[in-house]
């Protein structure tokens, strides 16, 4: 038997794998153009196990949630109600929003905002966050539990969770309902006569069971508007009090993810419903902070002051595609969709530096290789 040198089964090696890589299918690249075709608010895109991805989001007068399917982030499918509320069984009552789904152990976990059915003070804002589970990202899914997952007292919503070493933390906003905040803005809106006084939203962060029973320790306030007007973040995070829009200042939506050793928390400022929707974010080296706002803030807003045609925009996500570029998935508005919130999708970039950059809003055709 006649043995060939190393040096010629190397040879042989190469020119195998060469051959194989000219047969290999190559990567397809998509190209989308914003908004894309789906009119959700508060979205959230989940990379399923099943290789495919699925959007949920809060819809316009819907009794539960509805989601829409893609394989490649450009083309997207309604696949319906996949989680259905106010049942007589559910805790919930109304006001379904901003959904997220997290895929454990071969389950679908679906956190959610709604009106809770126990008011017995009839307030006004009821809000609390529960969790609904399912064997499939295209559900049905069923809630977990027939209450939320914990009552602080007040309304939250916009739930956002963090998975570490065997730990769940859960990001939520507590509501500007009843929560009047005394601050040099709101003295300076009394002083023109134009509100009593400024309610303001929160952002707070809590260690959760595994299970989603219930919490573990106090929230922690992590992020509230300025109280100074000289503060770098007072002008864009007041722009609904400054416009004149309404009596109300929000620290809400928050999405956390890590980089490089840091915790990366966005998060959404200004009327929800109004052009001046923005979106900064935060810093920390722990998942409960302290976070300190950076100085870029806002990342994203409207651009009509720079002849564009999107405001609104808030209320975001991130996700790493394949590729390994992030992604960051928000909702706006154009002239064309008026008042409805669509859905749209700009890569989001961290420098060698660690300032975060959302390449966006956009309307341009957008390639994702």
């Given at each position: 038997m006649k043995i060939r040198p190393p040096q010629t089964l190397c040879a042989i090696a190469a020119i195998l794998v060469t051959a194989l890589a000219s047969c290999a299918k190559p990567e397809k690249s998509v190209t989308y153009k914003n908004p894309i075709n789906v009119a959700f608010g508060d979205p959230f895109v989940l990379k399923a196990s099943d290789g495919k991805y699925y959007m949920y989001g809060t819809s316009e007068n819907e009794k539960g949630f509805r989601a829409c399917v893609s394989d490649d982030l450009a083309n997207w499918t309604d696949i319906g109600r996949v989680y259905e509320g106010a049942l007589p069984e559910s805790w919930t009552l109304k006001n379904f929003w901003a959904p997220e789904v997290y895929e454990i152990n071969k389950k679908y976990y679906m956190l959610f905002s709604a009106d809770w059915k126990e008011n017995p003070a009839n307030e006004l804002e009821n809000f609390r966050i529960g969790v609904?589970?399912?064997?499939?990202?295209?559900?049905?899914?069923?809630?977990?539990?027939?209450?939320?997952?914990?009552?602080?007292?007040?309304?939250?919503?916009?739930?956002?969770?963090?998975?570490?070493?065997?730990?769940?933390?859960?990001?939520?906003?507590?509501?500007?309902?009843?929560?009047?905040?005394?601050?040099?803005?709101?003295?300076?809106?009394?002083?023109?006569?134009?509100?009593?006084?400024?309610?303001?939203?929160?952002?707070?962060?809590?260690?959760?069971k595994p299970d989603f029973s219930g919490i573990i320790g106090e929230p922690r306030l992590l992020l509230r508007p300025p109280l100074k007007m000289d503060d770098t973040q007072a002008e864009w995070e007041s722009r609904s009090v400054t416009s004149r829009e309404v009596n109300r200042r929000w620290t809400e939506g928050s999405f956390i993810f890590k980089k490089n050793g840091t915790y990366y928390m966005m998060y959404s400022a200004n009327y929800y419903g109004g052009q001046n929707y923005a979106v900064g974010y935060a810093t920390s080296d722990n998942p409960l902070g302290p976070f300190k706002k950076a100085e870029n803030n806002p990342v994203l807003q409207k651009n009509t002051d720079n002849g564009g045609d999107v405001t609104g925009t808030g209320h975001n996500m991130v996700f790493t595609h394949a590729n390994g570029t992030l992604y960051c998935v928000y909702h706006g508005r154009t002239t064309k969709t008026g008042n409805r919130r669509v859905v749209f999708i700009d890569p989001l970039e961290i420098k060698p530096n660690g300032q975060l950059i959302v390449n966006g809003p956009t309307t341009t055709p957008q390639t994702i290789k």
């Amino acid at each position: 038997m006649k043995i060939r040198p190393p040096q010629t089964l190397c040879a042989i090696a190469a020119i195998l794998v060469t051959a194989l890589a000219s047969c290999a299918k190559p990567e397809k690249s998509v190209t989308y153009k914003n908004p894309i075709n789906v009119a959700f608010g508060d979205p959230f895109v989940l990379k399923a196990s099943d290789g495919k991805y699925y959007m949920y989001g809060t819809s316009e007068n819907e009794k539960g949630f509805r989601a829409c399917v893609s394989d490649d982030l450009a083309n997207w499918t309604d696949i319906g109600r996949v989680y259905e509320g106010a049942l007589p069984e559910s805790w919930t009552l109304k006001n379904f929003w901003a959904p997220e789904v997290y895929e454990i152990n071969k389950k679908y976990y679906m956190l959610f905002s709604a009106d809770w059915k126990e008011n017995p003070a009839n307030e006004l804002e009821n809000f609390r966050i529960g969790v609904a589970v399912s064997d499939s990202p295209r559900g049905p899914f069923k809630d977990l539990m027939n209450r939320p997952i914990f009552d602080p007292g007040y309304p939250i919503i916009d739930a956002n969770l963090w998975f570490e070493n065997g730990r769940v933390f859960l990001y939520y906003s507590r509501c500007c309902y009843k929560n009047p905040v005394a601050s040099e803005v709101a003295d300076w809106a009394k002083q023109r006569g134009w509100f009593k006084e400024i309610e303001e939203s929160w952002i707070y962060g809590v260690e959760i069971k595994p299970d989603f029973s219930g919490i573990i320790g106090e929230p922690r306030l992590l992020l509230r508007p300025p109280l100074k007007m000289d503060d770098t973040q007072a002008e864009w995070e007041s722009r609904s009090v400054t416009s004149r829009e309404v009596n109300r200042r929000w620290t809400e939506g928050s999405f956390i993810f890590k980089k490089n050793g840091t915790y990366y928390m966005m998060y959404s400022a200004n009327y929800y419903g109004g052009q001046n929707y923005a979106v900064g974010y935060a810093t920390s080296d722990n998942p409960l902070g302290p976070f300190k706002k950076a100085e870029n803030n806002p990342v994203l807003q409207k651009n009509t002051d720079n002849g564009g045609d999107v405001t609104g925009t808030g209320h975001n996500m991130v996700f790493t595609h394949a590729n390994g570029t992030l992604y960051c998935v928000y909702h706006g508005r154009t002239t064309k969709t008026g008042n409805r919130r669509v859905v749209f999708i700009d890569p989001l970039e961290i420098k060698p530096n660690g300032q975060l950059i959302v390449n966006g809003p956009t309307t341009t055709p957008q390639t994702i290789k």
